[in-house]
């Protein structure tokens, strides 16, 4: 789904800089848009820390990042990115067909947002249509924003929780001690235990592996299951008293 219209007056080439953790996923990029002669691909990042520091060096019109960099909560890299550099548009790779984070992202600065299964093809329109001014959501994930707005979405319940509730969730799930999450916040750590009790009755959850499984099964954090198992294992687990 994209927006249509006459192709406005834009730089050329599209100054586009790849974000993604694996070597093999920048490389296959790279030989993808080698043959596109309006694009030139200006640097790569494989951390949020790198996607800044080429943001505000290379000064790209797309940012094309896979969802899950870092495994870290997604709507910060959005902000910061768009704080560093107003002008770069966002696109989204890798967003899974169940991927309740879409309309919150949507709501943000994101441009874009492309499904694992799209084709090159429709990488290289994505590109294209965010570099012009327009937004572009794949296909096969307009089709599970229709359907999921019919039925209430299979993670509707995360809408409950307002923006900052939901930062901490992720943050709390993907393993980060809740003291940490105070600091990098800016708020005390009992603040940070207010939005985790809020969290746990907005969603109906008795504690926090409940919260763990609740993320997994909606897919906020990747490799969820080590966290999952260094909480139950660890003696010295900081975050058991939130």
């Known amino acids: 789904m994209q927006s249509k219209g006459s192709l406005d007056p834009l730089r050329l080439p599209i100054r586009v800089l790849l974000a993604d953790a694996r070597l093999v996923v920048r490389a296959g990029l790279k030989h993808l848009l080698a043959p596109c002669t309006d694009m030139a691909i200006v640097g790569e990042a494989a951390t949020r820390v790198e996607v800044l520091e ?59 947002f492309l499904s694992e299964d799209d084709s090159p093809r429709q990488i290289t329109e994505a590109i294209r249509s965010v570099a012009r001014g327009a937004s572009y959501v794949s296909p096969s994930l307009a089709r599970m924003l229709i359907s999921g707005v019919r039925r209430g979405g299979a993670g509707a319940g995360l809408a409950l929780l307002s923006e900052r ?27 940070v235990s207010t939005y985790r009790s809020r969290i746990l009755g907005k969603l109906n959850l008795n504690n926090n592996v409940d919260m763990i499984r609740y993320a997994i099964e909606h897919h906020l954090v990747q490799a969820s299951s080590k966290a999952l198992s260094r909480r139950r294992k660890s003696p010295t687990n900081h975050s058991a008293g939130l």
Do not use: H, W
């Open 54 to 112: 080429r943001v505000g060096a290379t000064e790209p019109d797309v940012v094309l990042v896979d969802r899950f960099l870092d495994g870290q909560p997604f709507l910060r890299l959005i902000r910061d990115v768009t704080r560093r550099r107003p002008a770069s548009r966002l696109l989204i790779l890798n967003v899974e067909s169940e991927d309740p984070d879409v309309l919150r992202i949507l709501e943000t600065a994101a441009a874009g």
């Open 165 to 191: 509730e939901y930062e901490v969730m992720c943050l709390f799930t993907s393993g980060v001690p809740f003291k940490q999450i105070a600091a990098d916040l800016g708020v005390s750590p009992k603040t």
